[in-house]
């Protein structure tokens, strides 16, 4: 067997874009890396607070899986890690497991970080990122939305320093209100003042520091620096005025040292209940990270593969949980950060990765009186910016079926918990597929004049023919759609005794089931009952192919155009295209 190095730089990218590494890319990554580096240090302790693992996680969700989408990945500023909503997807299957703190919570979180690994890795050795098309975008849009509302929710009690429970909205906002009572005053201080910093930092700072004189490229790295100000400030306040013996809730000891090496449960029981779940991060997490990818990438007029990039996260998924990690995926912020700081190519990432293994060495000691209510509010900052409402109005606007999906996708989510809400998202997303593909858009259509086109009999004036009705199908005839295309054409004839030719006119038509081929064939024996004459034209190569190995054709009553043209000539008596006696009206829509 001949050896292909195409084929392996398609699997190993590393191997396309490293060959033509140099220093100017060395340079510019390094800078990215380091600007990403203060960006995630204290969002990966965040996060993975959020999934409700200790601290260290999140650093070591942050070193190995960018390290390996490095090496697997097609995205030249995909930025790997924690991010909040698979956090969020996290908190919420493994709190059914176990309790918060104890180790079989880790161990699960290890496990379902592998399980989304090998689904991962499963869908793109057999190419099934096309699944990822079953979630709409408004649908995920409405989900991400709920789901940052949930995330900033569950950090308010950190912000007060109190103690309060639940998965959905109405039970977080029940136990802040019965809660609420038992406020801390020095934790409240510290949270509201850092969520009103980093507010600051992310809208203000940047144009107050371009009008001071600041370069553009320094302004920006302090602007992504505001967290880390932040977690510095509040740490020293809690150490020097003894905040922690006031109540403040401080981060306590986070071990110092390199991942260690770990290994998922390798029971059938834990399995089984982690699995459902894992495939739902799997999508989500792919969605989001090759929305941004492709994004990206575009501004660059690079491209990624889809297919590839499931292997890229799958790998960064199994690196997660051999490293004491949990669920990863590319995430929008960093990423978009990762860019515009000058990232050239995956090795930024890697750099990244030492420069968070750095930390987990020799800083982690600092982070001891380190307050929740700052990694809280670090939190909130961060998933308000995916609230976004304005898909409602979109939706309304353009579709009232979108409209439908996202409301409720919303609704579900915020109401009965995150498992809940991407389940019904994606059955509303393939639901809303049906219910539009099982309505196609039929129109019955006549000679524009003056040419050989055929359009709307509603929208154009066009040239018809009492005994020729030609119906065109906009839509791929299958078993949600067949009966109504029979019931629209059976309509038609019902009370026109003139009618001797149904032409189908099938130009969308890329596919017909079997259930729609036997659709046909009924269609086809009650015209003819009805002294009705059933034809075809414009049929596509692969239908026509199919068709031709089916009974259909031979027992059809009429013929098979090549040209609706060329069939109204036929049974119209239409000989060369008549001369256009007026202006046909303008062409809005076929």
């Given at each position: 067997m001949s050896f292909d190095p195409k084929s392996l730089k398609r699997y190993l990218p590393i191997l396309d874009w490293g060959s033509k590494y140099n220093s100017s890319t060395f340079a510019n990554d390094g800078i990215a890396a380091i600007i990403v580096t203060i960006m995630l240090i204290p969002q990966s302790l965040a996060y993975a607070l959020l999934a409700g693992l200790p601290a260290q996680m999140g650093l070591y969700a942050s070193i190995l899986p960018l390290v390996a989408y490095a090496i697997f990945g097609t995205s030249r500023a995909l930025a790997v890690g924690p991010v909040a909503v698979v956090s969020l997807m996290t908190a919420s299957v493994v709190g059914n497991m176990a309790l918060q703190g104890t180790a079989e919570y880790a161990a699960a979180a290890i496990t379902l970080a592998f399980l989304s690994g090998l689904v991962l890795l499963a869908m793109g050795i057999f190419r099934l990122g096309v699944f990822a098309n079953f979630l709409s975008h408004p649908v995920i849009a409405g989900f991400i939305t709920a789901s940052g509302i949930l995330i900033a929710a569950s950090q308010v009690k950190h912000i007060f320093g109190i103690s309060a429970g639940g998965h959905t909205l109405p039970e977080r906002l029940i136990g802040l209100w019965e809660n609420i009572g038992s406020t801390n005053f020095f934790t409240l201080v510290i949270g509201v003042a850092a969520t009103s910093f980093l507010f600051w930092v992310r809208k203000g700072l940047k144009p107050l520091l371009l009008e001071?004189?600041?370069?553009?490229?320094?302004?920006?790295?302090?602007?992504?620096?505001?967290?880390?100000?932040?977690?510095?400030?509040?740490?020293?306040?809690?150490?020097?005025?003894?905040?922690?013996?006031?109540?403040?809730?401080?981060?306590?000891?986070?071990?110092?040292?390199?991942?260690?090496?770990?290994?998922?449960?390798?029971?059938?029981?834990?399995?089984?209940?982690?699995?459902?779940?894992?495939?739902?991060?799997?999508?989500?997490?792919?969605?989001?990270?090759?929305?941004?990818?492709?994004?990206?990438?575009?501004?660059?007029?690079?491209?990624?593969?889809?297919?590839?990039?499931?292997?890229?996260?799958?790998?960064?998924?199994?690196?997660?949980?051999?490293?004491?990690?949990?669920?990863?995926?590319?995430?929008?912020?960093?990423?978009?950060?990762?860019?515009?700081?000058?990232?050239?190519?995956?090795?930024?990432?890697?750099?990244?990765?030492?420069?968070?293994?750095?930390?987990?060495?020799?800083l982690t000691p600092l982070l001891y009186f380190l307050p929740v209510a700052t990694l809280a509010a670090t939190i909130i900052v961060a998933v308000l910016s995916l609230v976004d409402f304005s898909i409602l109005k979109t939706t309304w606007g353009y579709s009232k079926a979108d409209f439908a999906a996202v409301l409720a996708t919303i609704l579900l989510t915020l109401g009965f918990g995150v498992e809940t809400g991407v389940s019904s998202g994606v059955i509303l997303s393939i639901g809303l597929h049906l219910y539009k593909t099982s309505r196609p858009h039929v129109a019955e259509v006549g000679l524009v004049p003056g040419t050989e086109h055929f359009r709307n009999i509603k929208r154009h004036e066009v040239l018809t023919k009492p005994e020729l009705v030609t119906i065109r199908v906009d839509e791929s005839l299958y078993f949600a759609n067949a009966r109504f295309l029979e019931?629209?054409?059976?309509?038609?004839?019902?009370?026109?005794?003139?009618?001797?030719?149904?032409?189908?006119?099938?130009?969308?038509?890329?596919?017909?089931?079997?259930?729609?081929?036997?659709?046909?064939?009924?269609?086809?024996?009650?015209?003819?009952?009805?002294?009705?004459?059933?034809?075809?034209?414009?049929?596509?190569?692969?239908?026509?192919?199919?068709?031709?190995?089916?009974?259909?054709?031979?027992?059809?009553?009429?013929?098979?155009?090549?040209?609706?043209?060329?069939?109204?000539?036929?049974?119209?008596?239409?000989?060369?295209?008549?001369?256009?006696?007026?202006?046909?009206?303008?062409?809005?829509?076929?």
């Open positions: 001071k004189g600041v370069s553009p490229r320094m302004a920006d790295i302090a602007a992504k620096a505001g967290p880390v100000a932040a977690v510095v400030v509040t740490t020293l306040l809690t150490f020097v005025l003894g905040l922690h013996n006031h109540g403040v809730k401080i981060v306590g000891e986070v071990p110092r040292g390199l991942p260690p090496l770990t290994l998922p449960k390798f029971s059938l029981d834990v399995w089984g209940q982690l699995f459902g779940a894992s495939i739902l991060i799997s999508i989500i997490g792919f969605v989001e990270s090759v929305s941004v990818a492709q994004t990206l990438a575009a501004k660059k007029r690079q491209r990624i593969v889809p297919d590839q990039e499931l292997i890229g996260l799958g790998a960064s998924n199994i690196a997660a949980a051999v490293s004491g990690g949990y669920p990863v995926t590319g995430g929008f912020a960093r990423s978009v950060v990762n860019f515009d700081a000058g990232a050239e190519t995956p090795a930024a990432g890697a750099f990244t990765a030492i420069g968070i293994a750095l930390a987990a060495l020799f019931d629209y054409i059976l309509d038609r004839i019902a009370d026109d005794q003139a009618i001797k030719h149904i032409v189908l006119m099938c130009p969308a038509v890329n596919e017909i089931d079997t259930s729609a081929l036997e659709t046909l064939e009924e269609i086809n024996r009650r015209l003819s009952d009805s002294g009705i004459q059933l034809h075809l034209s414009e049929v596509k190569g692969p239908v026509m192919d199919r068709l031709q190995k089916s009974h259909f054709l031979h027992d059809l009553t009429g013929q098979v155009f090549l040209s609706q043209f060329a069939a109204m000539k036929a049974l119209g008596d239409v000989t060369t295209p008549p001369p256009a006696t007026s202006a046909p009206k303008p062409i809005e829509a076929a």
